[in-house]
């Protein structure tokens, strides 16, 4: 049995160490130098950074899990700790939110009893669409916006702009106006509606980089499994229904099952030539996408936050994450979610802008050494109302071809954890084939 898989970002890398785990020979290829794809790190200033900020959570349980197969020590990897919201406007309006450590659903009821910044109408609407998510069922019969489904639940304008919309940037990256209500109350109760860890923010004490493509890599290769980078998959090779391989530049490569892991646009390219998959082309031409701007600001090595992150309201950047503890003293990055007029500013005149909001924020800072943006124009695929029937399933039409990644029905947005789900989803529907043959 030989799988080979297209793309080595988390989802192709899930993909492969799930086979791998059952030795089962894979042949991963990926068409960039590196493996991670949109979550990897790059060079400059003859220093590492991650190319994004990715948010990861207690509720991540493949992700955990996964680093568990490979090897790595989830508490030397990540930091965990409890959620906690610092929203901060320079109108010296603040909403804090402290979950303590309570059983859950206690933790909720607590976090937002003792919240600074709310009046007690406030309180009661929050916790009041808190219970209707964890407890009554709560999901509008046809998919519409987050706004229009918070306006229907009747939450306070602060909240919205203080909470309920900040959140749904950081998980969602679309706009609140046009974001899925179904697949955001689907993350709530991920995160809010088992155990109380399931809702602690999990922050990476390396590179992204470091904490999961090598090691995959390592351990994929370990398990005598190949990864090549910087090779690109010419073609499918479909006949009567069923795929033989792939073939590249140099080779034709024969494959039993083949794992398209690649991204939408790419994987769109692969299979535009075959009538099978016409309806998959179909949905992935119909997928829009938001963008990931983050600024890079490096201050003196002793210079802290005072917390992992604190959220920025009324400006241009959304959340401020101090990477001290991964690695990078004195390190910030700003982070602007989803679409804006940021996107039409040079990266000079955005940095500008991201120094100048930091300064009245935290005016006893000095000037930044030096400086880096970074933009993810396709960043994540648009998670708008009715998303969900336009993601194609892991299963194709062409026997022994599957689809991997964070655009399909997975049911979350383009998350970490979707992609690693996708991936190993189609390992395992390979895995029980072969068990069902062997039977």
Same mark, same amino acid.
């Given at each position: 049995?030989?799988?080979?898989?297209?793309?080595?970002?988390?989802?192709?890398?899930?993909?492969?160490?799930?086979?791998?785990?059952?030795?089962?020979?894979?042949?991963?290829?990926?068409?960039?130098?590196?493996?991670?794809?949109?979550?990897?790190?790059?060079?400059?200033?003859?220093?590492?950074?991650?190319?994004?900020?990715?948010?990861?959570?207690?509720?991540?349980?493949?992700?955990?899990?996964?680093?568990?197969?490979?090897?790595?020590?989830?508490?030397?990897?990540?930091?965990?700790?409890?959620?906690?919201?610092?929203?901060?406007?320079?109108?010296?309006?603040?909403?804090?939110?402290?979950?303590?450590?309570?059983?859950?659903?206690?933790?909720?009821?607590?976090?937002?009893?003792?919240?600074?910044?709310?009046?007690? =109408?406030?309180?009661?609407?929050?916790?009041?669409?808190?219970?209707?998510?964890?407890?009554?069922?709560?999901?509008?019969?046809?998919?519409?916006?987050?706004?229009?489904?918070?306006?229907?639940?009747?939450?306070?304008?602060?909240?919205?702009?203080a909470l309920w919309e900040p959140l749904c940037l950081a998980v969602m990256n679309t706009p609140l106006n046009r974001a899925s209500a179904r697949v955001f109350i689907h993350v709530l109760r991920e995160v809010f509606g088992g155990a109380r860890a399931d809702s602690d923010l999990l922050f990476p004490r390396a590179d992204l980089g470091a904490v999961f493509p090598e090691p995959a890599i390592r351990?994929?290769?370990?398990?005598?499994?190949?990864?090549?980078?910087?090779?690109?998959?010419?073609?499918?090779?479909?006949?009567?229904?069923?795929?033989?391989?792939?073939?590249?530049?140099? =080779?034709?490569?024969?494959?039993?099952?083949?794992?398209?892991?690649?991204?939408?646009?790419?994987?769109?390219?692969?299979?535009?030539?075959?009538?099978?998959?016409?309806?998959?082309?179909?949905?992935?031409?119909?997928?829009?996408?938001?963008?990931?701007?983050?600024?890079?600001?490096?201050?003196?090595?002793?210079?802290?936050?005072?917390?992992?992150?604190?959220?920025?309201?009324?400006?241009?950047?959304?959340?401020?994450?101090?990477?001290?503890?991964?690695?990078?003293?004195?390190?910030?990055?700003?982070?602007?979610?989803?679409?804006?007029?940021?996107?039409?500013?040079?990266?000079?005149?955005?940095?500008?802008?991201?120094?100048?909001?930091?300064?009245?924020?935290?005016?006893?800072?000095?000037?930044?050494?030096?400086?880096?943006?970074?933009?993810?124009?396709?960043?994540?695929? =648009?998670?708008?109302?009715?998303?969900?029937?336009?993601?194609?399933?892991?299963?194709?039409?062409?026997?022994?071809?599957?689809?991997?990644?964070?655009?399909?029905?997975?049911?979350?947005?383009?998350?970490?954890?979707?992609?690693?789900?996708?991936?190993?989803?189609?390992?395992?529907?390979?895995?029980?084939?072969?068990?069902?043959?062997?039977?």
């Amino acid at each position: 049995m030989h799988v080979v898989i297209i793309g080595a970002g988390w989802a192709g890398l899930a993909a492969a160490i799930e086979l791998s785990a059952q030795r089962i020979a894979v042949t991963v290829i990926e068409a960039g130098k590196q493996a991670g794809g949109r979550a990897r790190c790059v060079a400059a200033h003859g220093r590492s950074f991650d190319n994004g900020q990715h948010l990861t959570l207690g509720a991540y349980r493949e992700m955990r899990r996964l680093l568990r197969v490979i090897g790595v020590d989830e508490q030397q990897a990540f930091q965990r700790r409890r959620l906690h919201l610092d929203m901060r406007s320079p109108h010296h309006e603040r909403l804090r939110l402290d979950f303590p450590a309570l059983p859950a659903p206690w933790h909720i009821v607590s976090g937002f009893m003792i919240a600074e910044g709310l009046v007690w =109408s406030e309180r009661y609407r929050a916790l009041a669409l808190c219970a209707a998510l964890l407890f009554s069922g709560c999901k509008p019969d046809l998919d519409i916006s987050v706004a229009e489904w918070l306006r229907g639940r009747k939450q306070p304008t602060l909240l919205i702009k203080a909470l309920w919309e900040p959140l749904c940037l950081a998980v969602m990256n679309t706009p609140l106006n046009r974001a899925s209500a179904r697949v955001f109350i689907h993350v709530l109760r991920e995160v809010f509606g088992g155990a109380r860890a399931d809702s602690d923010l999990l922050f990476p004490r390396a590179d992204l980089g470091a904490v999961f493509p090598e090691p995959a890599i390592r351990y994929i290769q370990r398990q005598g499994g190949t990864v090549r980078l910087g090779e690109r998959v010419a073609g499918l090779d479909i006949r009567d229904g069923r795929i033989h391989g792939v073939t590249t530049r140099h =080779s034709a490569i024969d494959a039993d099952h083949v794992i398209v892991a690649a991204a939408p646009t790419e994987c769109l390219r692969l299979i535009q030539a075959h009538p099978l998959l016409s309806e998959i082309g179909r949905q992935l031409a119909e997928l829009r996408y938001e963008p990931i701007c983050t600024v890079y600001l490096q201050y003196p090595p002793d210079l802290r936050l005072g917390s992992e992150m604190i959220g920025l309201l009324d400006g241009t950047g959304q959340w401020i994450i101090d990477l001290s503890d991964a690695g990078h003293p004195g390190r910030m990055a700003v982070v602007i979610s989803g679409p804006g007029p940021h996107m039409a500013w040079d990266n000079e005149d955005l940095t500008a802008r991201i120094r100048d909001e930091l300064r009245r924020q935290f005016p006893q800072w000095s000037a930044p050494s030096h400086t880096l943006v970074i933009r993810e124009k396709r960043a994540t695929f =648009s998670c708008r109302a009715g998303i969900n029937a336009h993601r194609p399933p892991a299963q194709t039409p062409v026997e022994a071809c599957w689809l991997a990644g964070d655009y399909t029905a997975t049911g979350l947005p383009a998350t970490l954890e979707g992609a690693l789900r996708s991936g190993v989803g189609c390992a395992r529907h390979i895995i029980s084939g072969l068990a069902a043959q062997g039977a």
